[in-house]
């Protein structure tokens, strides 16, 4: 039975901090080839999140007929070489058809990868010390739709509503959103996941409370690790020490340790997972970070098995392909990320912010290298 009260779910920073578990570190490590894990970050992420667009929030069956329809592997050893929504749009851009193997010519636009591109920013706007006013100022400048607790946000916002107040009323605050947004800060402070966690507290509290502000301190603190960490597991491991230890999403990945022996393939895993947490919205924070750490373990240390892993056993499969790829590229670094996962990107990641339809690949990662000092 998980304890839900607010005195140990609490939404003040300075609370959350003070809950954590004991052996928690405010230490960062000395990050060796920062260019070469930082590579692998940010093109292990992008390649993740691509390999989940066309089975986003499909069920396992579903996944399945598809890959036998299209002839692509399953688990997805490949992009994906065809779709049963040929024509959905995504994000007002790129049809669905954009996302297959033999149409991707650039990192095409997706709510996981613009949002690392709007979080640079703000950390280049702003500074480290950037306050909630200000990404909500951002957002409002340049960030013109968005889904579930950020679209709400965004428009209290653009109703008067001041940022640190635009979750209040929001029906979307502990799903993934803001977990979603997480990387960018990890990259700020590699090898420092306390640090990392702290930087992202802002974004997260701008459209969610509790559990979805600990998943976005979760995922920013388990990315900066696995800069520095010896396995992508360890890296969550790592990341788990910065929320609070009485929370849900702690005694969830707790949970999910314990049951390690039982994670055997992407199957059980996904049973695992809905008999845990029968009833959970497949866009929540709790059941996805799970989703995060069986995927780590079924992958292991090859880049590959883990973003496919992660796609395979579904849920929000786009969002946690592209946080176990960024892991796993920082961990491993981009020279163990095959070449055919980033050869068609062209040094090239569309987005959907005002004036941002394009930003080079390689100038992102030095920006984000620039911002580590």
Known sequence: ???????????????????????????????????????????GRFAGCVLGIPVELYSIAR??????????????????KGTDQPEKIHYQTNVRTDYLEQNINKVPVDD???????????????????????AGKLWLDILP?????????????????????????????????????????????????????????????????????????????????????KTPIDAVKEGMKQIPKDSELYQALEWAFSVEDKVTNYLRARELIDEKFKRMHPVHTINNMVAIVFALMLGGNDYQKCISECVAIGLDNDCTGATVGSIAGACLGFDAIPEYWYKNFNDTVGTYLKGYAEVSLSDVINRFIKLNG
């Open 112 to 134: 996981d990868i613009t949002y690392v591109i709007l979080n640079l920013l703000l950390l280049e706007k702003y500074g480290k010390n950037y306050t909630v006013d200000d």
């Open 145 to 229: 739709i968005a889904c579930t607790a950020e679209d709400e946000a965004l428009q209290q916002m653009r109703a008067g509503t001041r940022p640190e107040c635009a979750a209040n009323f929001n029906n979307y605050v502990e799903w993934i959103g803001a977990a979603i947004r997480a990387d960018a800060f990890g990259y700020a402070e590699a090898g420092n996941p306390a640090a990392a966690a702290k930087l992202s507290y802002n974004d997260a509290y701008l459209t969610h409370r509790k559990n979805g502000i600990y998943g976005e301190m979760f995922c920013a603190a388990s990315v900066a690790a696995a800069f520095t960490a």
């Open 63 to 80: 996944m399945q007929a598809v890959a036998l329809e299209t002839g692509t592997t399953f688990p997805p050893q490949t992009y994906w």
């Open 1 to 43: 039975m998980y304890n839900n009260t607010d005195a140990l779910q609490p939404d003040k920073l300075e609370q959350i901090l003070a809950l954590r578990p004991e052996g928690a570190s405010d230490e960062g490590k000395k990050v060796d080839n920062l260019e070469n894990r930082m590579k692998g970050a940010l093109i």
